[in-house]
C-alpha cells in the first residue's frame, strides 16, 4: 500500500517529510514481521473478518503522532479510519483519538507499531508541554538537544513542537555549536570562535562556556548565541547581566523541573533540555478492537 494523497497533504501540513515517514513506517513493520507472517492473527482470526479499532488515551497528555499512526494503517491496508483529535491537542484521560475500520488481520498488524510511535511521541510533547508550563510567566523557551534516538529525530523534535518547544539545530552541517572538546582541540574558545567564523560566515553560530570568563571573551569576539553550560542561576543571572542582551543565552545543564522557573527568570533566552527526547515517559495509549 501508498499512502493517500490526503494523508500526504496532512503529513506535508505538519513539515514533516512523507517520504522519510513511509521509509520508517515500512521498516518499523518489516521490524515486527521479521521476514514471516503475523503467526498468531493467522492461526485464529478469518482472513475476511473485519472489526473496528479504537485508538485511547488511558492518561492525560497531549498528542503527537496521529498522521504517523494514520500511515501505519494505511500501509498495513487499513485505510477507512477518522480522526478525532489532532497533534498539538492536550486530552484528558480516556478520550477517544482515532477510530478505523477494516481487516482485523491488518488492524493488528499496524496495532504495535503504531502504538509505539504514538506514545513514545506523545510522551515527548507531554513533557514539553510540563516544561513550557513552568516557565510560562517568563520570556524564556524551551528547546530541545540533538540527544534524540537515531533515527528518530524529525519526529521527535516534531513532537517538542507539538509540546511548545522550539528546536535546536537538527543536525551538525545546519548549525555550528562550538563545545568544550573543540574548544581545547583548537586551543581556546575565542580561537575556536574565529576558526569557524572565517570558515563557514553565514552559518549560525553558538559557543558553549562554562565560566563568566569565557563569556566575556566569546561576547567581546563577536558571538550572536552562547550556552552557558552547568552554570548555576546565580551565574546566569551574571551572565544576563554582563552581556546586557548583546547575545542570546542558552541555561544548559543541571535543569530539572523544579528549577526550570527560577533559572528562565534570570533572563536566559532559552532552557536546553535534553530529557524531552531521551528521557520522556511514554503516553499510555492503547487501541481496543471491537467486532462489528
Known sequence: MTLSNSLETLINSTGLRTESIEELVRLTIAEDLNGGEDVTSTATIPEN???????????????AGVPIVC???????????????NDGEFVPANTLLLSARGRTRDILLAERSALNLFGHLSGIATLTKQWVDAVKDTSAAIRDTRKTTPGLRELEKY????????????????????????VLA?????????????????????VEVDSLQQLREVIEAGADVVML???????????????????????????ILNNAHAYAKTGVD???????????????????????
Not at 530529557?275 to 499510555?284: F, I, Y
Open 49 to 63: 473478518q473485519s472489526s473496528i479499532a479504537e485508538f485511547w488515551n488511558r492518561k492525560s497528555g497531549v498528542l
Open 71 to 85: 500511515a501505519v494503517l494505511e500501509i498495513c491496508g487499513v485505510t477507512d479510519y477518522e480522526i478525532k483529535h
Open 159 to 182: 513532537a517538542v513542537r507539538m509540546g511548545g518547544g522550539v528546536n535546536h539545530r537538527f543536525s551538525l552541517a545546519d548549525a555550528a555549536l562550538i563545545k568544550d572538546n573543540h
Open 186 to 206: 583548537a586551543g581556546g574558545v575565542a580561537q575556536a570562535f574565529k576558526l569557524v567564523k572565517a570558515k563557514y560566515p553565514h552559518l549560525p553560530l553558538e
Open 229 to 255: 553550560d552547568n552554570m548555576s542561576i546565580e551565574e546566569c543571572r551574571a551572565a544576563v547581566e554582563m552581556v546586557k542582551g548583546a547575545a542570546k543565552l542558552e541555561a544548559s545543564g543541571g535543569l
Open 270 to 292: 532559552y532552557l536546553a533540555v535534553g530529557a524531552l527526547t531521551h528521557s520522556a515517559p511514554v503516553l499510555d495509549i492503547g487501541l481496543d478492537l471491537r467486532m462489528e
